[in-house]
C-alpha cells in the first residue's frame, strides 16, 4: 500500500498559515533537502483554501506530480493535471493508497483535510517542520478532531537555522 504523509511547517504556537493565509514566515534554509522531498512523490492530495495558495503563488512540486483537489466548493473536473473531488476525502485517499507503485502521497497543507484523513486512518506520516516564530493565531495544523491520536517518533533533525523537523509513524493508518 502507498504512504500518504502530511509534511508541513508549522510556526512552534501550531499554526500552518498566519491569520491572512500567509506563510512568508517560513524562514528560508538552504540545507532543507526540498529534492530528496519532492523525488518520493507522485501525487499530491489538498483542499480548496490550500489549492487556492498554490494557484496564487505556484506550484513546488515537479510537473507530472497528479494533483488532487478535495473541495465541497469547487465543481468536480480534471484539468491540467488537476482533479477536483467533492466525495468523502478518506475514501479519495484510500483509493489512491491502493494503487500500485511505490510513489508517495503528500497531503499538503490543510489543517482540515488532515484531520478527515486522520479520522478515516489514511495518514501513515506525520512531518512536522517547526519554524522558530510563535504566530498568535492563524490556521492551525489540525482542525478539531474528537479523538487522539497517538503517533510513534522515528526520527527528529534540527537545521543550522533553528527549524526542528519532527518525523512520527501513525500506527492506526490502514493497512
Known sequence: MRRLR????????GYIADAHDAFDWILSDETVDFAGLFARVDTIIL???????????????????????VSRTLAPESRD????????????????????????????????????LLAGNQVDVVEVTIVPVLLGGGVPML?????????????????????????????????
Open 143 to 175: 482542525a478539531h478532531t474528537p479523538d487522539r491520536t497517538p503517533l510513534a517518533l522515528t526520527h527528529t533533525h534540527v537545521y543550522p537555522s533553528g527549524m526542528v523537523a519532527l518525523y512520527y509513524a501513525v500506527p492506526g493508518a490502514a493497512a
Open 47 to 69: 483542499g480548496r483554501r490550500s489549492y487556492d495558495v498554490v494557484r496564487a503563488h505556484g506550484a513546488p512540486w515537479k510537473p507530472g506530480t497528479r494533483v488532487f483537489v
Open 81 to 116: 493535471g488537476v482533479t477536483i473531488v467533492s466525495s468523502d476525502p478518506a475514501a479519495v485517499a484510500s483509493s489512491l493508497r491502493r494503487e500500485s507503485g511505490d510513489g508517495e502521497i503528500w497531503l499538503f497543507g490543510g489543517g482540515q483535510l488532515f484531520a478527515a
Open 6 to 13: 502530511y509534511s508541513v511547517a508549522m510556526s512552534l504556537d
